[in-house]
């Protein structure tokens, strides 16, 4: 039997004779696994060397005699206030050279060699404690890597370390001074000990310089966890190591700290009180959990599924009966093989007073317990069939973090988010029914039927060749603005138009846009006249041919959207940033012409996903409403939870399955 469900547990916030009625509530609850320890070094290391694991292996052992196992996070995100005493010089240093203190978390700099030393000294003797512990299955490092590490960290360490970092990557000065072109405003280096880390200036910074810093800052960020992970390996070779993602955060590459993981975790907050709106949308949310998956191309686990109102100083919404099972199942419908609720109970203590759980500061099991109990009890033989099985997209959406990178430092128009672009795109597929993946550009593109790859804004030779290849062997291909525009170094590329090369597999070529800065345009699009935002690039046709013209401006009548064939594919390109219902209308074009399978037909806030192995493909239908809903599948199904086909009742979650063949069961 596999392991679906947990709740994340700080035993260390209450007195230990309320553990054993914890203990038997998860059980009944049908609780299968526990995350502890991810913030408690203090209570493991109170002095240096003094190791105290006893209450967590108490800990350990109930649960496991309730027969809950335990996954352990290494608490280096909150270094204790004795270690920040003997070093701290472990303090780390924002952009404007301010201290950042003990009191908070992620009060840590990840590069620096003493903190270093008292990881390995921590990890070491955590992990050997540990490796024969018959409760614990394995670890979680640190904590969210990246969280609150936006503008850290400018220290002399790091600064040593970004110097190398660069050393190594140009080889001599010389490169560096033309990577970054640093003709521009005399900031010419002639050693790399001249270089800083990105302090505040006086005005402006350079737009190369601040992409090689935030490519350092994400490899320092796999070092650090790196570090963890190989004394964990040597000490525990049967226990995972898993790490617990915020979605599509950037600060690093989740894609290369994967390659250190067994699998990917991920924490998800779709009510969280930072929010402008009740909850994010739900094609929001799903796309969080595609690019998820794709980090590894492998089932992961949810490590923080949020279970109650999320607070720190201000609290965020209520979580309606039946959402949090919806937003759960949305997770395992999209990949996930455990859902890890966060917390076990609302703690009394700390800045997290108010971030509520599964349990209230009473105690006392209320809705939200029954729910989750009545959830997990429902799903937990499906998810035992269906472990390890993986959605199957025709459809990819290319994501990097080095486009976002550029993005974030250049965003071009004021509102214009590398993330919300690919979004944008997403929510057509979603409401069609139509599953993505998030893939990465020089991912092998061959099995799908369309790619979608937003925002080209670096480009390199390979990645042309690469999308050009897919092209040629009949892949169908979508690209738009913004594309071609630099080259890896985040410079500006010359000596021909936009897209580059590229504009020979478009069809076209774009010398002059418009950024539409303070109104919208317009594009014709069949029958029909849309807004659009943001961008407009002003196309000339290169054998390509119009589908959608502008409405506005001075190049009114000039293409937008334009298709072109070549070789045995073909490529479409999209000048402007639609609108909600020009990407519908597109997105039903884009689906006939590749013969797209859509799942079903259903109105907005109701989803539809597969996963699937070998044998049987199951369908999941989810209400992300508190109203009732009318659906319609395109296939012959067999049902396994729900209460009538075609109906949802608010926020119901209903599974389906058949046969890989086509037949029900
Ligand atoms: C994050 C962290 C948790 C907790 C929650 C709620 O996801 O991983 O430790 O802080 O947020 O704030
Ligand atoms: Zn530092």
Redesign the pocket.
């Known amino acids: 039997m596999g392991i679906h469900f947990g709740v994340d547990y700080y035993p260390e916030h209450w007195d230990k004779d309320r553990w054993e009625t914890d203990a038997k509530l998860m059980q009944e609850m049908g609780v299968q696994v526990v995350r502890m320890a991810e913030f408690s070094w203090f209570k493991m290391e109170p002095k240096k060397g003094e190791f105290h694991f006893e209450w967590l292996e108490e800990a350990v052992a109930l649960l496991d005699s309730y027969g809950i196992k335990t996954v352990l996070g290494t608490p280096t995100a909150a270094p204790p206030a004795w270690i920040i005493e003997e070093n701290p010089e472990i303090l780390p240093i924002d952009m404007q050279g301010r201290v950042r203190h003990f009191g908070g978390r992620h009060h840590d700099c990840q590069s620096n060699s003493a903190y270093r030393e008292h990881i390995r000294r921590f990890v070491t003797a955590m992990s050997q404690r540990f490796a024969e512990n018959p409760g614990v299955i394995g670890w979680q490092i640190d904590?969210?890597l990246g969280n609150s590490h936006g503008d850290l960290c400018m220290c002399n360490s790091c600064k040593k370390r970004y110097q190398e970092w660069l050393e190594k990557k140009y080889g001599n000065i010389e490169m560096l001074n033309e990577a970054w072109g640093t003709a521009f405003w005399s900031q010419g280096y002639n050693s790399f000990s001249q270089i800083g880390t990105p302090l505040i200036t006086a005005v402006g910074e350079n737009p190369s310089a601040m992409l090689d810093w935030k490519c350092f800052c994400s490899d320092l960020i796999v070092d650090f966890a790196k570090w963890q992970a190989d004394i964990i390996r040597e000490n525990c070779p049967n226990h995972f190591i898993t790490h617990?993602y915020m979605c599509f955060d950037n600060k690093v590459n989740y894609y290369d700290l994967g390659e250190l993981l067994d699998f990917v975790s991920n924490?998800i907050?779709p009510a969280g009180n930072w929010q402008k709106q009740p909850h994010q949308p739900d094609y929001e949310m799903a796309s969080c959990q595609d690019v998820v998956r794709g980090y590894k191309k492998q089932p992961y686990w949810v490590m923080?599924q949020q279970a109650g109102i999320?607070g720190?100083g201000t609290m965020g919404r209520a979580v309606d009966p039946g959402q949090m099972s919806a937003w759960a199942m949305q997770s395992v419908a999209h990949g996930a093989d455990c859902v890890v609720f966060?917390r076990w109970r609302a703690c009394a203590m700390g800045t997290?007073q108010y971030?509520h759980g599964i349990l209230g500061h009473s105690g006392r099991p209320g809705r939200t317990y029954e729910e989750a109990k009545k959830l997990i009890h429902t799903f937990t033989p499906h998810m035992d069939e269906m472990q390890g099985s993986m959605p199957a997209p025709e459809v990819a959406i290319v994501h990097s973090f080095r486009q976002n990178y550029a993005l974030d430092i250049q965003p071009n128009h004021p509102d214009l988010h590398y993330v919300e672009e690919l979004q944008i795109y997403y929510r057509g597929f979603y409401e069609k029914k139509i599953p993505v993946d998030f893939v990465q550009g020089m991912d092998d593109l061959s099995g799908y039927k369309l790619v979608v790859a937003p925002l080209q804004y670096l480009m390199n030779p390979e990645l042309e060749q690469h999308y050009m290849d897919y092209v040629a062997q009949g892949g169908h291909l979508v690209l738009t603005m913004r594309t071609g525009v630099k080259d890896e170094h985040n410079l500006c590329m010359i000596d021909r138009e936009l897209p580059g090369k590229l504009g020979d597999i478009c069809g076209i070529e774009v010398a002059d846009y418009d950024c539409l800065f303070e109104k919208e345009g317009s594009v014709l699009f069949g029958k029909n006249e849309y807004p659009v935002e943001k961008w407009a690039d002003i196309i000339t046709l290169k054998g390509a041919k119009a589908i959608g013209e502008y409405g506005t401006s001075f190049y009114k009548g000039t293409p937008a959207i334009t298709e072109n064939g070549y070789e045995k594919g073909k490529v479409w390109y999209v000048g402007t940033e639609p609108s909600k219902e020009l990407v519908s209308d597109l997105t039903e074009y884009l689906a006939k012409e590749c013969e797209l399978t859509k799942l079903g037909s259903a109105p907005e806030g109701v989803e539809m996903m597969t996963r699937e192995n070998a044998g049987q493909c199951w369908l999941f239908v989810i209400n992300h409403t508190e109203e009732e809903k009318v659906y319609h599948l395109y296939g012959n199904y067999k049902m396994l939870e729900g209460e009538k086909q075609d109906f949802l009742k608010p926020y119901e979650v209903q599974l389906f399955v058949r046969n890989k063949y086509g037949r029900t069961n």
């Open positions: 904590n969210e617990n924490d907050y923080e999320a720190w966060f997290e971030w």
